[in-house]
């Protein structure tokens, strides 16, 4: 190309390539206004301000060190039979409870069908969860049993701790239809196909090996017998049943006794048939109960004290107490006819009915023997 065409390149760069520089002053100046919340400290629960009362248990704790950017906490438990610390493994898992903003927490309504629960607790703040504390175990001492299927008349029909009227027999009349054909082994109660794996003080043996209640003796028992301490237990029936009774028996009350009729029973007794009655039953004598009838009763037995109280298990009115030397251990009782029922266990002693028992345990006694 002739010289007058020629382009002169000349580079326009500093050699610091200071024109290629970002300026994140502004973001510096960001970040550094950013404050971060530290990892909060891990709760220590508080066992002297905890409680297990009522089916309720009350968990406190505090934090080791004030923190003011807590948000809230997270408590979990888990049921055990295990004392002492929590173990790695457990069948039970872990029930959570999110977003408790004090150091204090109530779980209520719980069943207590196992003997302790494990419980611990951690902080959290805006952007982060702390560590759990230490879990600690907690007694759950509560009176927890089954219906002993195996002791029932063939007319009811026991599934866990439902019983209901069935007319045509229930399960007994297929077994005794197998059994006929030589496919059944034997009639006792030990094989009955109801039967369930016992603790120590479960038993299906609690009847001495002899047969199912039977004719009249509408009847089903615990599995749990009672020998020291006291205990309570609840029962609502169906209101629509010809007749229902709850108590106690020795484990000796004859197949054909009905509750209440000989001196191995002691019971409440409505009878909503022909005539309504509601009625304290024991050796074949009945006390006439002056009282509203609940729809649910609450059961309270003192062994050594010898004192079996009823109680209006919604508003702890107390219905009746009778006032006995117990000779042997007892069994939770109950009777249906036409009807149904349904008990629930795993419950502790009511604050209320204890504090009534002692305060009633001599006027309200019995005039039966």
Known sequence: MAPAFRLSLKAKVSDNMSHLMVDFAQERRLLQALTFLPVPSAPEIDLAESLVADNCVTLAWRMPDEDSKIDHYVLEYRRTNFEGPPRAKEDQPWMVIEGIKGTEYTLTGLKFDMKYMNFRVRACNKAVAGDFSEPVTLETRAFMFRLDAST??????????????????????????????????????????????????????????????????????????????????????????????????????????QLGKTSASWCLHLNNWLQVSFSAKHNNKAKALDVPVPDCIGVYCNFHEGFLSFYNARTKQLLHTFKAKFSQPVLPAFMVWCGSFQVTSGLQVPSAVRCLQKRNSTASSSSLP
């Open 152 to 257: 029932c008349h063939q007319n009811l029909r026991v599934e866990e701790l439902s019983v209901e009227w069935d007319a045509t027999g229930g399960k007994v009349q297929d077994v005794k239809a197998r059994e006929k054909d030589g496919k059944g082994r034997t009639a006792s109660p030990a094989n009955s196909p109801a039967r369930v794996v016992q603790s120590p003080k479960r038993m299906s043996l609690g009847r001495g090996g002899r047969d199912r209640f039977t004719a009249e003796s509408y009847t089903v028992l615990g599995d749990t017998l009672i020998d020291g301490d006291e205990h309570y237990w609840e029962v609502r029936y169906d209101r629509d049943s010809k007749a229902f009774g709850v108590g106690v028996a020795y484990r000796s009350l004859g197949k054909f006794d």
